[in-house]
Every structure is written in structure tokens, then in C-alpha cells.
């Protein structure tokens, strides 16, 4: 079944981006698995996407920075941080910012 919901996947970790989009293309996701702030930016101009899965450090920058990105493009995508040097501080920050979830890898 092919759905009509795009996901942006921002991964620097090849594996873990490869995982998670076979899992959600399997789903019928149309699915762009990116590793860097900077190419995910330019594809924010290129389509909508109805949800975007951030890792929180990437090798251009924070998540965070990508977050604010994101909602200044569409304030409808959702926005999950993903991290494996989950903080408190960090996960305030992200749902203050308007991130949907933040969850731990």
C-alpha cells in the first residue's frame, strides 16, 4: 500500500538511516534519508514533507538548529529529535522549539 505521507530522515549513521527507511518505505512511506543539516535544508526547499526524524548530532551542527529550519519551512511537519546522548535540557529545548516527540536511540 503506497501512502502519500513523505518522511525526511536526517541521519549522519548510514545504518541506522538505511534501517529506518527500509522499515518505513516496507510501510509505504516515501522516504529521503539524508546525513547532514546542509543537504536537508536544500531538500526542505524541494518537497513537503509531513514528518522529519532529526538526529540530534549531525556533522554540520545540532538537530536543534535543523529543527528551527524545519518549522520556519512548514509548521505542519512533525519533528522527531532522535539521540543517543539523550539530556533533559536538551529535550525541553526540542519541544519548546515545537518538536512532536524526542526520543532516545
Not at 516496507?26 to 522516504?31: K, P, Q
Not at 529529535?81 to 529535550?91: K, L, M, Q, R, Y
Amino acid at each position: 500500500m503506497i501512502k502519500n505521507d513523505n518522511i525526511l530522515i536526517v541521519e549522519d549513521d548510514c545504518g541506522m538511516r538505511e534501517t529506518l527507511s527500509d522499515i518505513l518505505s516496507e510501510e509505504g512511506y516515501g522516504i529521503t534519508g539524508i546525513g547532514t543539516i546542509a543537504r536537508a535544508k536544500k531538500e526542505l526547499k524541494n518537497k513537503f514533507y509531513n514528518v522529519a526524524v532529526v538526529d540530534m548530532k549531525l556533522p554540520d551542527g545540532m538537530g536543534l538548529e535543523l529543527l528551527d529550519e524545519i518549522k520556519k519551512v512548514s509548521e505542519d511537519t512533525a519533528v522527531i529529535i532522535c539521540t543517543g546522548f539523550a539530556s533533559i535540557d536538551n529535550a525541553v529545548s526540542a519541544l519548546n522549539k515545537g518538536a512532536f516527540s524526542y526520543i532516545r536511540k
